[in-house]
Every structure is written in C-alpha cells, then in structure tokens.
C-alpha cells in the first residue's frame, strides 16, 4: 500500500477509475448471463441421460434377452447392442454435465461471489 501514498486524486484518475468500475460491472452482467445459461445447459443434459436410460431400459425389456427364442427371433441381439449404446451415451452425457457443473458453473460462481466483488473500488 505504501507505493500508492502520493496517488493524487485528479480527474484523470477518477476517469479512469469510473472506467474499470463500468468494465467490471459489464464482465459481471456477461458472466451472471453465462452462468444462467450453464444452469440451463446442465438442467437439459441431465433430462437427456435420464431420457436415454428410459429408453435403453425400455429397449431391453421389450427385446434385449440373448436367451428367450421371441427376443432372438424380434432382433434382441441387435436391439442390445442399442441398449449399450444408449447406455454410453448417458454416461457422456453425466460426465459432461459434471463438468458443466464443476468446471464452469463453480468457477462462475467462485468469479462472481469473490473475485468480482474483491475487484469493487470503494468510493467515500
């Protein structure tokens, strides 16, 4: 703090400071947009693994047996290589949602609650 002690209180300065107060308060609109949207992303690709685990479960008791003669004679081999499919599908699917929640929304959060407000100029 001793190196700011001859800091003089010009006009210029406080230009300036009115500058960074306006850019920060812009990167905090654009990040508070940016976390909405993550929420909204997370919230969709949560319903899209629960959708492809009901629908690989639905795949699998209508036809996924590799023993019963009517599932082999409908396709049931076939139809378990969807249910696989499906299902790794879904594990991507949660994966990139905790990721979505970890990684950004997190951080976001970590940004707009310490580090924006630790960025705040106090005015007297």
Do not use: W
């Not at 209508?62 to 004679?73: E, I, K, N």
């Amino acid at each position: 703090m001793a190196t700011f002690i001859k800091l003089e209180d010009s006009p210029m300065f406080q230009k300036q400071v009115r500058s960074l107060e306006q850019n920060t308060n812009e990167l905090k609109d654009r990040c508070q947009k940016l976390y909405r949207g993550s929420l909204k992303y997370m919230q969709a690709i949560e319903e899209a693994y629960n959708g492809d685990n009901i629908f690989a479960e639905s795949l699998e008791s209508f036809g996924g047996g590799q023993d019963d003669p009517v599932s082999v004679s409908i396709g049931g081999p076939i139809m378990s290589k969807f249910v696989t499919a499906f299902r790794e599908l879904a594990t991507y699917k949660e994966l990139l949602r905790s990721q979505v929640e970890h990684v950004l929304i997190d951080r976001l959060t970590q940004f707009l609650s310490i580090d924006l407000q630790d960025a705040k100029v106090i005015h007297p």
